[in-house]
Each structure stands twice: as C-alpha cells, then as structure tokens.
C-alpha cells in the first residue's frame, strides 16, 4: 500500500511547492511597494474623507502604499504603549498636547529637515501655527487641521430679552450686565438660562493680558497678574450666580453635538464656541439665529485673542518607514488635500493656501469668515507646548476648582499651581 | 527507610516519584504553559517593573530615571492624594455596609418559596448584568437634577431635590446610591450560601421555640458568616480600585469631590506622564488595600466554619 500512495502523494508537493513559488513572486513583485501604516483618528463621514485621501494617495503612485486604520484619539493608552514598546505605526494621529511630551522624550521624530527641504516653511502656515507643535526648535508633528474659538451669541434670546440682536459686549463690563440681564431662575429657584458661561478659562486669562506660559523663555507664567485679575473676575462671577446652581443646571445639559446643546436650547445666551458651530447648528439647530464675534476684554486688556486647537500628525522615532511616511505627511497636508479634509471636518486648513482653494473657499459662510479672519489677524495662543504636557491645563483646573469653592484667593490658587507645574518642568531640565 | 527519609530534611520531590509520575508532571506543566508564561509574562513581569518604576521618573517613552523614594514623598505632600484616598475611603466605608445589608436582605427575600421566585431572582440579578457604562450612563440621567426622574419625585414630595451628582456634598452619596443599584452578584453568592444551611438545623431552633429573628441571629448569620467575609473583602477590593463608574459619571469632579484614587492613578499615568508617581501611587493603594484585608482577616472571629468545629 504504501508504493501506490507514494505516486499520488508527489504530484501533490509539486503542486504545494508551484504555489509556494507563486507566493514568493508576488511577495517580491509588492515588496517594490513600501507599505505604511496609518493610525488616522476620523470615524463615520470624516473617516470617509480621509479614506478617499488615503486611497487617492495609493492611486497616485506605485512605491508607497499607505494602510490606515482607525485609533481613536482618546485612546492615548494604544498609542503610548505602541511608542513605548518601539512597534509604532509610521504615521500617528494625536492631540497637541500629547506633542511635545512625546518628542521631547525622543519618541517622534524630528520634522524640520525634512520639511524645509520639502521647502515647507513658516511663511506656508497660517499665523501662529508653525510654532505649534515645537519645542527648543524641534519641530515634531504637523496639525491637522485647525479649530479656532469665538464669542457666539443668541440673537433671539437677546431680542425677546429687549436687548439689541446686533450688539454684543464688547468689552468685560458690558459682558457683566448682559449676563446679569439674561440670566433667569425658575420658581423653584434653580437656573433656567444662564447669561453667560465662561468654559474655556484661558481665554480670559489672556484676554485680561495674561499667559500660561511665555513662548520664547519657555517659563510657565500662571501667577501672571493678568491670570490673576482674570481669575478674580470669574471669581466674583461665581459667587454672584452660585456656582452650586450652574453645576446643577450644567448636569441638565444635553450634549453638544446634538439639538440639545444648552446653547441651541437658549438655556445659555453667550458662552464661546468653535468654527465647528457652522456645521453643527446647520444640522442640529438649522433655526437658531447666532452671531459670532472676537471676544470681549478689559480695558487695556487683549480684544483680539484666538484660542487654537488641533490634532497633530506625528512620525515615531522608531518608525520602521519614515522616510515614506513623510512623504506621505507631505502630500496629506499639502494646500490641496489641507483644503479638501478641512472642508470635510468643518475645521479650519492650516494651509494659508488652502484658505484659497475651492474645496475649501466654496464652504465658508460670513460666520466661518470671522473665525478666519481671527486667525489671520488675531493673538493667536495655543495649549502650552510643554513637556509638562496636560499637568499644565489641569493645574490651571485645580485653580479655577479652589476658586470656584471660594477656599483661596484667585493670586494663592494661581500660586499653588504655578509652582507645582514648576516643579513637574525642572524634571526635564 | 521512611523513617530514615523524614530525617533527612526535604526530599527531593522528583528523585522519588516514578518514572510515570515524573513524565505526567512534566506534561502537565506543558499543558498549564501558556498560562504560567501568560502569568509571569503579563502579571509578574508588570507587577515587579512597576515596583522598580516607582522609585523612578518616569514619563513612559523616555528611560526611567532613578530619583529614590521622591514619588513616595511627593505623595505625602500632594493635597490630592489625600483628598483621592479619603473619597474613596468614604465610597468603602459607607458604601460596603450599604450593599452587603442590602444585598442579604434581597437574597433572603428572594430565598422565600413563593410564585414566580425563578422571575424575582432574574429581575434582581439583571442589573450586574448591565455593561457598566450603560448603568452609569442610566444613573446620570436618574439623578439629573432638572429633569431626572428621582428629583421629579422628591418634588412632587415638595422637596426640592439636590444636586446630586452635580453638587459636592451630594456626589459621593449619590455614587453610592447608584452601586447599590448592582448588588445582584453579591445577592446570589449569598443565596448560594442560604441553600447550603441545613435545614434540620432551623428545625432543631424550632423545637427550641427560638423566634424568628433568634433563627435568624443564631443559625442563618453564623452559618452565613464566612459568605459574608468573602463579600466583604471583594467589596473592599472592588471599591478601592473604583474606575469605570466614576469616570463616566462624573469624571472625578465636581470640584474633586469624586476624584477617586484609581482615577487619579490613572490621569496621572496616562494624562500627565507620570508613570513614576502612577506607579508609586499603586504601590501605596496595594499596601492600604493588604493592611485593610489583614484587618478583616485579624478581626473575623465571628465568622463561623462549619468544617473546622
């Protein structure tokens, strides 16, 4: 038996080693093409967008082929575990705070070279934004794309409270009697509109002349005495409305990508709000008649403050292909695709050119416009790019926490604070 | 010749096993492998490197630089240490007691023959079915304190309700209100134990003319007590690494009135790279959690072993 089973059996190897062959011709046929990996942060129609961005970059070209997969942003556990193990993927998509902790502990790599000689310079970049996302002249990530804050206003509320439509405060005292004026309680005594809401507390920090931390010594400054009068304002802000009733109030919010968003709602009549407000009312509150201005200031304080955000595209330093991945970078934020994701997102392109492009040009609205010229004209600040990382912005929470509870004085909490994010720096020093 | 090997001190277990024995050993620690390189791999090795990380600075994509006990004592000196191990000192203290109470009164309720008991056990169980962020999810609209159902009718009470989760004082109790919503897994553990008390023993109380709450001091507790320790330490050891809840809920705020030590740990890790002070901080919750068991262990006399007497 087995002299017959022999026979059968060999035809049946040569066959097994006929595919094998096959395999190894077309692994070596693809390994012309350097695959990438892509970590891009976009769910739903926006993952959709940088899919299509994806796709049409393996199109283009035959050596590089980019894989993306969706990580979640949030999810900066994968993402430092992938660094710190030394298997990242080639190109990673993170939050700007996440930057320059991670490359100046020697996990990204440095992108200046490769995009001056790509002939990409400050001058490409709206203002401000090139120093985004560097540290002592290390340039470690390129945004993605911008969101920029304003000072957004009700028109209705304002008209049915008998206050102009058309005249928002323009400075900090006009803001105080608005709010005063706007701000109602029901019956029961709990809060059923709320003037104005401050969530953003650097805003006022720098509106009253202030810094988080001074961008050309690089020293944390948050018992700046701007910080301090801001600090002194929201203070007195909110021990006049109780900041017992506006956290009540506040656990009754709906969220804000949906109709229910205490603004839409008319449950707050001022509160700032990003150039993503363009997309989101047009989906969720297609009625709501807003206005959207630069925010108000203090005497002598800064009237033209513009708060950024952004995600950041980043290339590990243990990336096994970053000479692709840059090229692949380099397209992807090019004015052209710059253009096409932000006009996708809702965001601004960080691209002055790209403000430009029909993709993006043909989808701005008069609201949208004020945004941009903010950016471009604008003190424009950005999350503190330290190696502090978000210490920073939750020491500056603790703050406005103790002050809130009215325990300390505005200058002892900012002091605290000032000296434990001090202390967290002189570990990097 | 067995005298002679007791003198020798320990034998060589291997040396006198049989050849058989020997090679089943062997095969069955090849079988359990995966586990126990699994164990060393991903429990021992993390365990062990945390230990050493502790003693350094540490912000994870950097090497660790050793800075000897400055976490340890930065961590007395941090308000928030404090202010993190004493919430959830409160969430145990008042909470355990809470849910061990309640979840033995539902299980011996529920231990009653009476119609549909089958229906009754599944409806107290299902909400530890629950993922935990649904039940959080839940709780947070139930407590709203505008429109959540329970301040709907504290007011119709004529009491307006308070804050909830969304006031200091009231976040803490509020938790607590909302984990005893999940007592089901302990409830059913007790019910297991409830079945196993003999039944001639209630009979033998009986006959004593003992009363209904004398059956229950006398025979039920004790006979119940060591179900009672095993809940009581899960529950310590669950509520000292507090998380999931927590962070959807509130997120630690307001004003850090929820700012639990797990949650601290972990925005201290993830979010401030600090894994150093993270790694301290866990050091420190594992030495607090092993005196609190050693506690209860030193202190359970009352508990009742049926096999030991």
Not at chain 1, 91 to 116: E, F, I, K, N, R
Not at chain 1, 268 to 294: K, S
Not at chain 2, 122 to 135: G, M, R
Not at chain 2, 213 to 222: D, M
Request: hydrophobic share 45%; glycine share 8%.
């Amino acid at each position: 038996m087995p002299s017959t089973s022999r026979p059968t059996r060999r035809p049946r190897r040569s066959r097994f080693a006929g595919a094998w062959l096959a395999l190894l011709l077309l692994a070596s046929a693809a390994s012309a093409q350097t695959e990438i990996t892509f970590w891009q942060a976009w769910g739903g129609s926006e993952g959709q967008a940088m899919q299509a961005l994806v796709d049409e970059f393996n199109a283009s070209q035959s050596e590089v082929r980019v894989r993306s997969s969706f990580v979640p942003i949030g999810d900066g556990e994968r993402i430092l575990a992938s660094l710190a193990g030394g298997a990242p993927a080639d190109l990673v998509t993170v939050w700007d705070w996440m930057v320059v902790p991670l490359g100046y502990g020697g996990a990204l790599a440095d992108l200046t070279a490769d995009l001056s000689a790509a002939g990409v310079g400050q001058d490409d970049y709206l203002p401000g934004i090139w120093e985004y996302g560097t540290y002592q002249g290390a340039k470690y990530g390129v945004p993605t794309t911008i969101n920029v804050y304003a000072f957004m206003w009700n028109k209705d509320v304002f008209a049915a409270a008998g206050l102009d439509p058309e005249a928002p405060p323009r400075t900090i005292a006009e803001l105080d009697v608005l709010t005063e004026q706007l701000t109602t309680v029901d019956p029961r005594g709990n809060m059923r509109r709320l003037g104005f809401y401050p969530n953003v507390t650097a805003i006022y920090c720098y509106a009253f002349g202030g810094q988080l931390y001074d961008p050309t010594t690089l020293e944390v400054t948050l018992d700046h005495p701007g910080n301090v009068a801001a600090f002194e304002w929201l203070a007195a802000y909110y021990k006049k409305y109780d900041i017992a009733k506006i956290r009540r109030f506040q656990a009754g919010w709906g969220d804000m990508a949906s109709p229910f968003n205490p603004f839409y709602r008319g449950q707050i009549a001022m509160q700032e709000g990003g150039q993503w407000e363009v997309a989101f009312t047009r989906e969720y509150a297609p009625d709501l008649n807003w206005g959207v201005t630069t925010f108000p200031a203090p005497e002598g304080g800064r009237t033209d403050v513009t708060p950024v955000q952004s995600s950041f595209w980043v290339i590990p330093a243990q990336a096994t292909h970053k000479a692709e991945a840059t090229r692949f970078l380099l397209w992807l934020s090019a004015p052209e695709q710059s253009a096409r994701f932000a006009a996708a997102l809702a965001n601004i392109p960080p691209r002055r050119d790209a403000l430009a492009m029909p993709a993006f040009a043909d989808t701005i609205t008069p609201q949208m416009q004020t945004y941009i010229d903010m950016l471009l004209t604008g003190y424009v600040y950005t999350p503190p790019g330290l190696p502090v990382g978000l210490y920073l912005s939750d020491q500056l929470n603790q703050a406005l926490a103790a002050v809130q509870d009215g325990t300390v004085s505005a200058r002892e909490a900012l002091e605290t604070a000032q000296r434990n994010v001090q202390r967290e720096l002189e570990k990097y020093r | 010749m067995r005298g002679s090997r007791h003198r020798a001190g320990r034998p060589n277990v291997l040396r006198h096993m049989t050849r058989r024995q020997r090679r089943d050993l062997w095969l069955g620690l090849a079988f359990v492998s995966p586990w126990l390189i699994g164990f060393v791999v991903f429990t021992v090795y993390p365990v062990l490197a945390s230990l050493y990380f502790s003693f350094t600075d540490y912000n994870v994509v950097s090497a660790p630089r050793w800075i000897g006990t400055r976490n340890y004592t930065d961590l007395i000196r941090d308000p928030l240490f404090g202010k993190t191990l004493y919430n959830t000192l409160y969430l145990a203290a008042i909470g355990i007691p809470f849910s061990l109470g309640l979840s033995l009164v539902i299980a011996m309720l529920l231990n009653n023959k009476v119609r549909l008991q089958g229906l009754f056990r599944t409806v107290y169980f299902l909400p530890s079915v629950v993922p935990a962020v649904a039940a959080a999810l839940l709780w947070r609209w139930f407590l709203n304190p505008d429109y959540g159902p329970v301040n709907e009718f504290l007011w119709q009470l004529g009491i307006n309700g308070p804050g909830w989760l969304a006031d200091p004082a009231w976040s803490k109790p509020a938790l607590i209100l909302a984990s005893l919503w999940g007592v089901g897994g302990s409830m059913v553990i007790y019910l297991a134990g409830l079945q196993n008390v003999p039944v001639a023993l209630y009979e033998a109380a009986d006959l004593d003319g003992a009363s209904r709450w004398q059956r229950f001091r006398f025979v039920t507790l004790p006979m119940l007590s060591p179900v009672i320790l095993f809940n009581l330490i899960m529950g310590i050891i669950t509520s000292f690494q507090a998380f999931t809840n927590i962070y959807i809920m509130t997120g630690g705020g307001p004003s850090n009135s929820t700012l639990v030590y797990a949650l601290y740990l972990y925005q201290n890790a993830f979010q401030f790279f600090r894994m150093g002070y993270a790694s301290a901080m866990a050091w420190v919750l594992l030495a607090i959690t092993a005196v609190a068991l050693v506690g209860v262990f030193r202190t359970s006399g009352w508990v009742y072993y049926e096999a030991r007497s």
